[in-house]
């Protein structure tokens, strides 16, 4: 199995405050790793630091077998929450700039978005903006997707949609991780690692995470009990900010 | 209301950059300013030449001039090279009937000074009176002078503001994070960003000249290619500060701010209206350090006085050394911004994601 991306004992701080605190997770080619966590539980500085725009203040990270790099990022496909599309730009133009930065060779439009080529990205409704940014990031066949709430303000056909594409990714042999709040999406994962208080509280099959919160003896095999009931005992044990496991839509942690 | 006046003090109480324009930039613009604004000019640089050179030195007294050099040996040509090059504001050449006080016409307040210090002055007997001869704006035309320096003044506020908005709007926007990720480098990025800037501010720079010249009627007797070296580099310098400033800016309102305090002191204190020779010393370095104080000294010297290079590479140099330091210090920034991998770790990410983590 091909680790793609890995943090081993991955710290980061921001003065007196520690954002991530000796995360270690893995996303091997092929499989799909679903990061969970509440507003403030350090998701998006774990994939800042993968991606090597953080540097971390301990640990080691590497991406694509080497430390971070401008090369290694080429082979990487990311879609921000905020998709990094320019909404004064039409989604063909879009398309031309990305494919340019990137060095590839000039290829007609994805089929799926070709319909809003001439369109602003900025007249497109969320869903199609999310649909136009997986379809430019997917185009270069990366070998590894990160993608930070793909499905944040989507309705559920396209979520549907967007899943396909992931699972059609990691068909393909590309490792994913995904941040989310939705917890049924949670479950498309292969994997789950719920972060709480910038620590890994739980990781695991969804099966096993529920195993780990200890609610399927009370009766409630559900993974939203399980995240509730591990993070909460995660604020318990760090007493800590940062481990409010609500929030859906809102800002990733 | 009284719950609406506290909750506005405690917001501006946390705006520390708001507070400090409306407290401390007042009274630092009052100080500056004060020094800066004076159109009494003393000091003006005099030379004389010709075999009566050092008696018309000798005449010629402080406050008012500053007789800079005494050449007997010299002529007429020797001292309009020096005038061209900016070395002098006043000549005055010896040897004919009468002696001749030549004056470069760029510098308005020094020849009003100089004039009227010169009827007063008191001429020994046997000297004939001077006949004056004012030379590149023989009518002391305000435009002539002005034109060249505001062209420079709008291509700040154009070059500075606009770059600076325009970086800002990818870091609210949410696309400097993936051009961060994409395999651009810092430069790329930047040259990338200002490259329109630059063309479109130059086309700009273009226009302003040509409506100058023909609504205006501002002579352009120099060399365009000297013209558009300087043009170039101050552009550059220009753009490189809204970058610069962009990267310290967390919204295009903080941009606008940060324009307009460089704008500020550039329009007072370049050149443009006071005369830099008039400004008190302690102010005076400011302008030394401002790009359009070099810019004004090469467009007036090209336009008006058809100055050759050879006597504007020293404002050349010095705004290609500002390009250079400029644009440095915003590719250091905008690369910490791009990979902030290499930020003091004290600092939280201003992404919107990041900035809940």
Known sequence: ?253 | MWAMVAKEFRELRRDRRTVAMMIVLPVLLLVVFGYAANFKVSDIPVVAVGPGASQAASLLRAPTFQVTETDAAGTEATARARLRDGQDVVAVVTGGSRPLVLMDGTQLFSVQTAEAALGRLARPPGVAAPRVRVLYNPDLTTSWVMVPGIAGMILVFIGTLITSLGVVRERQSGTLEQLAVMPLRAWDVIAGKIAPYLLLAAVDMVFIIAIGMGVFHVPFTGNVGVFAVGAALFLLVTTGMGVLISTVSQNQGQAIQLAFMTLLPQVLLSGLIFPVSAMAAGVRWISYLLPLTYFIEISRGVMLKSAPVSALWEPIGLLAVLAVVVLGLAIVRFRRDLAPSVRASGERPRTPEGASA
Not at chain 1, 8 to 29: H, I, N, Q, W
Not at chain 1, 147 to 165: C, H, I, K, Q
Not at chain 1, 182 to 192: F, H, V
């Open chain 1, 1 to 253: 199995m091909t680790v793609l991306a890995q943090a081993r004992g991955a710290t980061r701080r921001f003065g007196a405050f520690t954002a991530v605190s000796a995360v270690d997770l893995a996303v091997a080619r092929g499989e799909v790793v679903g990061l969970l966590g509440g507003n403030g539980a350090g998701k998006t500085t774990l994939i800042r630091m993968l991606l090597g725009l953080l540097r971390p203040n301990g640990g080691e990270i590497r991406l694509l077998g080497g430390p971070p790099s401008r090369a290694a990022r080429r082979r990487v496909g990311y879609v921000p929450q905020t998709l990094g599309l320019y909404a004064g730009l039409t989604v063909a133009e879009n398309w031309a700039f990305t494919t340019a930065a990137f060095g590839g060779p000039r290829a007609p439009l994805p089929e799926r978005v070709a319909p809003w080529s001439r369109e602003l990205v900025g007249g497109l409704s969320l869903g199609e903006q999310r649909q136009v940014a997986f379809a430019v990031v997917l185009s270069r066949q990366p070998e590894l997707l990160v993608l930070d709430e793909p499905t944040s303000g989507v309705g559920p056909l396209g979520s549907a949609r967007l899943w396909e594409d992931i699972r059609d990714a990691a068909d393909r042999g590309a490792g994913v991780l995904v941040t989310t709040h939705n917890l049924e999406e949670a479950r498309q994962c292969d994997r789950l690692v719920v972060m709480a208080g910038g620590r890994v509280a739980a990781s695991g099959t969804a099966e096993d995470i529920i195993a780990a919160a200890g609610t399927a003896a009370a009766g409630r095999a559900d993974l939203e009990e399980a995240f509730v009931a591990i993070v909460t005992k995660q604020a318990g044990a760090t007493g800590r900010a940062g481990t409010d496991p609500v929030g859906p839509g809102s800002a990733a942690g």
